[in-house]
């Protein structure tokens, strides 16, 4: 759900740079002091293999392209303000470096995929309770996809409505598209994420337990 340069109206691409960096802000603030010799190399790790998850990109129409996300994943792993940080470094070397998603759209695309990705991802994780984390963990990797896509799909249409069609996509294009296409990459996500999580909590559970400036979350072996 990349959204490249020249796509969208000024004020919406704005209005994306001040959540983006508001919320990147908060994050770093939050982990500040909190990520030690051990989690340093774990997120390098984790940011590496998202990195390249969400680079297996395709078009789905208008402009933009569909992939996997990553956010609950690393949300699971590390907390939501460690997660928001690491696919917001993510997102900045993809664009500055292979040219995937556009700098003037960066602040949106961080808005979309790092805080609400994450934040969603760990609202659907919190409110499970703990008999029922077996399905929290798939659920909320589609969640935090579909919903990402959702606002993607508010601000494309947005762009297009107050420019009068100079920019962003019509809405009959922009929530069928970005909504049904993600709803089934979501599947995908959560299947994923899920089996990673789970045969984590059998080799390796201390890594289930490295979140940082959040209680760590726990999975049943």
């Known amino acids: 759900m990349h959204i490249p340069d020249g796509l969208m109206d000024p004020l919406v691409a704005g209005i994306g740079w001040i959540v983006a960096l508001t919320f990147l802000g908060y994050a770093i603030y939050r982990i500040n002091g909190k990520v030690d010799d051990k989690t340093i190399p774990f997120m390098a790790i984790l940011g590496a293999g998202i990195f390249v998850a969400q680079m297996l990109n395709f078009p789905i129409g208008g402009g933009t392209t569909g992939h996997l996300l990553g956010a609950a994943l690393a949300v699971f792993l590390l907390g939501p303000w460690g997660a928001l940080v690491i696919i917001s470094v993510i997102l900045v070397i993809q664009a500055l470096i292979f040219g995937d998603g556009g700098l003037t759209a960066m602040g949106l695309n961080i808005m979309n995929m790092a805080v609400i990705g994450s934040l969603v991802a760990w609202v659907t994780i919190r409110i499970f309770p703990k008999k029922h984390e077996k399905l929290a963990v798939p659920l909320a990797a589609w969640t935090s996809v579909f919903v990402a896509s959702l606002f993607t799909a508010i601000e494309l249409s947005t762009s297009y409505s107050i420019s009068g069609g100079i920019y962003g996509i019509s809405a009959a294009i922009a ?18 994420t899920g089996a990673i999580i789970y045969y ?22």
């Open 200 to 221: 984590l909590a059998k080799v390796a559970p201390e890594t289930l337990k490295m979140q940082i400036g959040a209680k760590s979350a726990e999975v049943t072996q």
């Open 175 to 192: 929530f069928p598209t970005m909504l049904g296409y993600h709803a089934v990459i979501g599947i995908g996500e959560g299947i994923i």
